[in-house]
C-alpha cells in the first residue's frame, strides 16, 4: 500500500547521506539531508550532522568540506539515523544509489530500515537516458540544468534528487505513446520496485495527436544513400607536400593553435608516404609524444584522395578508435580539407539487434521470481533502441550485469537471419547499416578483433582493402589469438536452446531438453574437475586445467569426458532435429519474432549448435603419449583447456598456438601496404621479436625516439638493497618508500602492480602512512572503478594513485598531475597461462624468446605513463631488485629511454626525487 500526505496525495522522502568510507560495517555516517513532498510540492526538510567517533578521511574532507572540528559534539550517526526513520515514517523513500544509504541506516537502525524497499533515481536515469555521459547526481543535475549548489552536502543532494525525480518522470510522460506503453506494461510486471512506480506514473495519461506515434518504427534509420561516382585518377603521395605540412610554417602550424614542430614527426609521415608509393610494408616504433597519429592519418587521406584506394586503420582500443574520429581525423581535416569519407565499423557483437531483442521482450521473465535488473536493462535497452541512430553498445556504458544481458540483445553470428531478416531489407538493422557506410567510405577505422574476424572469414565482413595500417601493434598477436580462439560455456548453449519456443514437435522438444541437460551436468563435471586438479596443488592450483594427455590418468577427467562426450552427441542430435523440422515446415509460425521466418530460424539454431559439437569434439581430441612440441604445439596446432570464471562458470576455451602464420597468409599478404606502429614494438632496438610473432617478412623498419629530453625531463631511480617479492617485508619497504616520496612531492604518484594482492598489501599501508599528511590514497576497485579514481586524481593531485594492468598503458596524465611513477614488479607474462605454456613448450629457451622480450615491451608501456609533454619533468622508480641483479637487466635498462639513472637506497630516495623535479640535484649524484 502506498504511503499518502495529510492531502491524499502520495508522499515521497529524497534523502541522502555523507559518510566516511564505502563499508557500511566498518564506516560512519557524518552528515543526513533529506526533503518530504508529494505532488503538491515541498512539505519538510531534515538536515542534520553526526559524529562518526573516528578521523575523517582527507578524501572525504575534501568531497565533502567538512573537517573533524564540524563534527565533534554532533549527534551520534544512531541518532541521526533515528531523526530520519522519524521523518521518513509512513513515506516512500527515494535516493540516488539508494542502496549504499539503505545498507548505512540497516546498519544503524535494522528494525525502522532493513528490508524496507526505496525508489533510486539513478537506476531510473539509466533506463530513460540511457545514452547520458554519465549518471552521476552531480553529473545529471549539470546537464538537465537542476538546481545542485553544494554537490556531496546531503540536504544538497536530498534536493538535486528530488528536482531528478521528477525530471525524469515527466521525460518518461513525454515518451511516445507506443512506447511509454511498452515501458509501462514492463515495469508494470513487479520485481523492480522503482519500475512499479514509474508505471503508476504512465497510467492514464491523456493521448494527443502531438503524442501519438503508433506508426513509427523503432529505429527509423534509413539506410546511406547510393555511393558517388568513384574517383578513376590514381597519384601517389606528394613527399615534399607531406614534410610541408608537418613543417614549421605547414598546414598543421596554422590549423593547429597547440602545434609544435616535431622531426620524428616528419620522418614519420615521409615514412608511411613512402611505403604508399611503394607498395611495402613498414614497422615503425614511434615514441611517446612524436604524434604518430597524424603521421598515419594524413599521408593516409592523401593515398585516399588521389585514388589510391581505400585505407583501413586498426586499432586495439574501442577507445583510440573513437579518439581517431573525434580528435584525430577532424585535426587531419582542418590542416587538409579534402572530399574523402571516413566511417567508423565495430564488430558484430557491439551493434543491437532488434529481432534479438523483440524476442526477448516477448519471451517474458525467466523463472518464478521477478529480475529486477533484468527488468531494468529490457526497459533501458527497449528506450535505447528508439532514441540511437547507430545502435552501438558504448553508448550504454554497460556495467555489472549489462553485459550478461547485451548477450541477449547483441549481434550475433549464430542467431542472424541474414538478408531474410526483416530489420535487414528494411534498412533497420544497426549492424547492416554500418557496414554500408564502411563499403562507401573512403577511410574506414576499425579495431583489431574485427579486422581479424574479417580476415579469417575470407573478408566477407570488411569492405574491400588493399590498404592497411595498425596503431597499437604491439597488442596484435594477442588479438589475434583470441580472435582465432574459441569459447564455449553452458550459457552459450542453454541461450540456442532456450530461443527455440515449445512448437509442439516432440522430437525436437525431447532433443533440446537432452542437450539442456546434458549440458549442465558436463558443465558441472568440468568445474569439479578443475576444483580437483586444484586440490592437487594443495588449493593453490590456476582456476583452469590444461587438456592434455597428462591429464587422462585422472578420475576426475574420466568422468568429465564421459560427460562432455555425452554433450557432443546431445548437440548433434538437437541440431539434427531442428534441420528435419524446417525441412518439413513444422515451425508454428506464429511463435517467432518474424512469422515468415520461423524455418530460417530453425536452420540457424542448428548451425549453431553444431558448432559447438565441434568444438566440444576438437577439446577432446587430446594427442597420445607424452606432451612434446610436435603433438601440441606444431604450426596451427591450438592449445585447449577448461578454465572456471567469476562465478564459478566452467567454460571450455581453445587458442592457437601460434598466428604468424594465419596473420601472414590471411592478412599481409593481401595487402599492397601495410604499415605497423606503436611506442613500445622494438626490444634492444631490433623488431625480430615482433616480426618472428606476426610472421612478417621484407619489412622496412624505423625507429624514432621520442622528442622529449628525457635526459633533463625524467629520473630513473633503481633502488639498491630493495627486498624481493618473495620478502614479507617487500609491501612494508614501498609503502614507506611511496609515503615519503607522496610527502616530498605534495602526493602526485602513480604506483604500478602486476596484481591485486600486491596492490592491497600496499594500500593499506599507505593510507595509514598518508593519513596526517593531508595526501589521500586511492586503489583501483578500492576506493572505486578505473575511471572513478583517475577522474578523481586528475581533480585533485595530492594523491597517490595504486593501479594495476589496466593503467600500464591508455593513461594520460600530462603536466604536474603525475611527477612520480613507481612500480613495483617487473611486469613478466604469467608463466601458468595455458597459451604461455603452449609456446613455451616448442623453444629451447622460453625465458629469453618469450618472457623477457614480452616484460621488456611492458615495461617500456609502464615508463611511458610519466612524461607525456615537453615541460614534463619526472621520476620513475623500479622496486623490482632482479633488474639490478640478474644479468637480463640490463635488457630492461637499456630499453628504457636514455633518462638520468639514480642507485640509491629505497629510503634516501625522496629528497633526490624532489630535488630533481626542482631542478637542483648535483649532477654528480646522477649517472
Not at 619489412?699 to 625524467?714: G, H
Request: aromatic share 6%; with cysteine; net charge negative.
Amino acid at each position: 500500500m502506498t504511503a499518502t500526505s495529510a492531502n491524499g496525495e502520495e508522499a515521497l522522502v529524497c534523502f541522502d547521506l555523507e559518510t566516511t568510507g564505502l563499508s557500511s560495517r566498518s564506516d560512519r555516517i557524518i552528515e543526513i539531508g533529506a526533503v518530504k513532498f508529494d505532488r503538491t510540492g515541498l512539505l519538510d526538510t531534515y538536515s542534520t550532522l553526526a559524529d562518526p567517533g573516528m578521523p575523517l578521511p582527507l578524501v572525504i574532507q575534501r568531497l565533502c568540506g567538512l573537517h573533524d572540528q564540524d563534527l565533534r559534539g554532533q549527534p551520534t550517526p544512531a541518532e541521526a539515523v533515528a531523526g530520519l526513520a522519524l521523518f521518513c515514517e509512513g513515506c516512500t523513500l527515494v535516493g540516488h544509489g539508494v542502496a549504499f544509504d539503505m545498507a548505512f541506516c540497516s546498519e544503524v537502525l535494522p528494525e525502522a530500515f532493513a528490508g524496507r524497499l526505496a525508489l533510486d533515481t539513478a537506476e531510473l536515469a539509466r533506463v530513460l537516458l540511457p545514452s547520458a555521459s554519465s549518471h552521476s547526481l552531480e553529473e545529471l543535475s549539470r546537464s538537465l540544468e537542476l538546481l545542485h549548489d553544494r554537490p556531496h552536502r546531503a540536504l544538497s543532494d536530498a534536493e538535486a534528487t528530488q528536482a531528478l525525480l521528477q525530471r525524469l518522470i515527466e521525460t518518461a510522460q513525454a515518451l511516445p505513446l507506443r512506447l511509454r506503453e511498452r515501458v509501462r506494461q514492463l515495469c508494470a510486471e513487479g520485481g523492480w520496485p522503482t519500475g512499479e512506480y514509474l508505471a503508476r506514473q504512465l497510467v492514464g495519461l491523456a493521448v494527443t495527436a502531438a503524442v501519438e506515434e503508433v506508426a513509427r518504427p523503432v529505429v527509423p534509420t534509413p539506410l546511406p544513400q547510393p555511393p558517388a561516382a568513384p574517383r578513376d585518377t590514381k597519384g601517389g603521395i606528394d613527399e615534399p607536400g607531406i614534410l610541408s605540412t608537418f613543417g614549421a610554417d605547414g598546414a598543421l602550424a596554422h590549423s593547429e593553435p597547440d602545434f609544435e614542430l616535431r622531426e620524428e614527426q616528419q620522418q614519420m609521415a615521409l615514412a608511411v608516404a613512402q611505403a604508399f608509393n611503394r607498395s611495402q610494408t613498414l614497422l615503425v616504433e614511434a615514441g611517446t609524444g612524436v604524434g604518430k597519429s597524424l603521421a598515419y592519418l594524413i599521408p593516409a587521406r592523401e593515398w585516399a584522395a588521389q585514388g589510391g584506394g581505400r585505407v583501413l586503420i586498426s586499432t586495439h582500443t574501442i577507445t583510440l578508435q573513437e579518439q581517431l574520429a573525434q580528435h584525430d581525423v577532424p585535426a587531419a581535416e582542418r590542416a587538409q580539407p579534402l572530399p574523402l569519407r571516413t566511417a567508423v565499423l565495430k564488430g558484430r557483437g557491439n551493434y543491437l539487434s532488434l529481432r534479438r531483442l523483440e524476442r526477448w521482450l516477448a519471451a517474458g521473465p525467466e523463472g518464478r521470481r521477478r529480475d529486477p535488473d533484468e527488468i531494468r536493462f529490457k526497459v533501458r535497452a527497449l528506450i535505447w533502441a528508439h532514441q540511437s541512430q547507430v545502435g552501438d553498445r558504448a553508448e550504454l556504458r554497460l556495467a555489472g550485469r549489462d553485459p550478461e544481458f547485451w548477450e541477449r540483445v547483441g549481434s550475433t553470428v549464430d542467431d542472424c537471419l541474414g538478408p531474410a531478416c526483416h530489420n535487414w531489407r528494411d534498412g533497420r538493422c544497426f549492424m547492416v547499416k554500418a557496414r554500408v557506410e564502411a563499403r562507401e567510405a573512403d577511410l574506414v577505422i576499425v579495431n583489431h578483433a574485427l579486422l581479424l574476424s574479417g580476415a579469417d572469414s575470407g573478408g566477407a565482413v570488411l569492405p574491400e582493402f588493399h590498404h592497411l595500417i595498425i596503431d597499437e601493434a604491439h597488442h596484435l598477436e594477442e588479438a589475434a589469438t583470441l580472435a582465432q580462439g574459441e569459447r564455449l560455456g553452458l550459457g552459450a548453449i542453454l541461450a540456442v536452446v532456450d530461443r527455440i519456443p515449445d512448437f509442439g514437435d516432440s522430437e525436437v522438444n525431447r532433443a533440446l531438453k537432452s542437450a539442456r541437460q546434458t549440458a549442465s551436468a558436463a558443465f558441472a563435471d568440468l568445474r569439479h574437475l578443475v576444483a580437483s586438479e586444484s586440490a592437487n596443488q594443495g588449493s593453490r592450483g590456476p582456476s583452469f586445467v590444461v587438456l592434455d594427455s597428462r591429464l587422462t590418468a585422472t578420475e576426475a577427467w574420466e568422468r568429465a569426458s564421459r560427460s562432455v562426450s555425452r554433450l557432443g552427441r546431445a548437440l548433434r542430435q538437437a541440431s539434427a532435429a531442428l534441420r528435419t523440422a524446417a525441412e518439413i515446415g513444422n515451425v508454428q509460425p506464429t511463435l517467432w519474432p518474424q512469422p515468415d521466418n520461423g524455418a530460417r530460424e530453425c536452420w540457424v539454431a542448428a548451425e549453431a549448435l553444431q558448432g559447438m559439437a565441434g568444438l566440444v569434439a576438437s577439446s577432446l581430441a587430446i594427442p597420445e603419449g607424452e606432451p612434446t612440441p610436435a603433438t601440441e604445439t606444431a604450426a596451427g596446432d591450438k592449445v585447449a583447456w577448461v578454465e572456471v570464471e567469476r562465478g564459478d562458470r566452467a567454460v571450455i576455451r581453445t587458442a592457437p598456438a601460434e598466428v604468424a602464420s594465419s596473420l601472414r597468409e590471411h592478412l599481409f599478404e593481401r595487402c599492397e601496404t601495410v604499415v605497423l606502429t606503436s611506442a613500445t614494438m622494438a626490444v634492444a632496438g631490433s623488431f625480430r621479436y615482433l616480426r618472428d610473432r606476426l610472421g612478417l617478412e621484407g619489412a622496412e623498419e624505423l625507429v624514432l625516439d621520442s622528442p622529449f629530453d628525457y635526459l633533463r625531463q625524467s629520473l630513473c631511480c633503481l633502488p639498491r638493497g630493495m627486498p624481493g617479492h618473495g620478502d614479507p617485508h617487500h609491501p612494508r619497504v614501498v609503502a614507506e618508500m611511496v609515503a615519503q616520496i607522496a610527502v616530498e612531492l605534495g602526493g602526485r604518484t602513480m604506483v604500478l602492480f602486476t596484481g591485486y594482492q600486491a596492490l592491497r598489501e600496499v594500500h593499506s599501508q599507505l593510507r595509514n602512512l598518508l593519513q596526517g599528511e593531508g595526501i589521500a590514497v586511492l586503489g583501483q576497485g578500492l576506493d572505486g572503478t578505473r575511471n572513478q579514481v583517475l577522474r578523481n586524481f586528475r581533480k585533485e593531485p595530492r594523491t597517490v594513485l595504486l593501479g594495476t594492468n589496466s593503467f600500464w598503458e591508455g593513461i594520460d596524465l600530462p603536466g604536474d598531475t603525475l611527477q612520480c611513477v613507481v612500480i613495483d614488479k617487473l611486469p613478466f607474462p604469467v608463466p601458468t597461462d595455458p597459451i604461455f605454456q603452449a609456446r613455451a613448450r616448442g623453444r629451447a629457451d622460453s625465458f629469453s624468446q618469450l618472457s623477457l622480450p614480452e616484460a621488456v615491451l611492458r615495461l617500456k608501456q609502464g615508463f611511458g605513463r610519466l612524461v607525456r609533454r615537453h615541460g614534463d619533468r619526472g621520476a620513475v622508480v623500479i622496486c623490482d631488485p632482479r633488474i639490478l641483479e640478474r644479468k637480463y637487466g640490463a635488457e630492461f635498462v637499456s630499453a628504457l629511454p636514455k633518462a638520468a639513472f639514480l642507485y640509491e637506497p629505497p629510503e634516501a630516495l625522496a629528497p633526490l626525487v624532489g630535488a630533481f623535479l626542482r631542478g637542483e640535484m648535483p649532477a654528480a649524484v646522477v649517472s
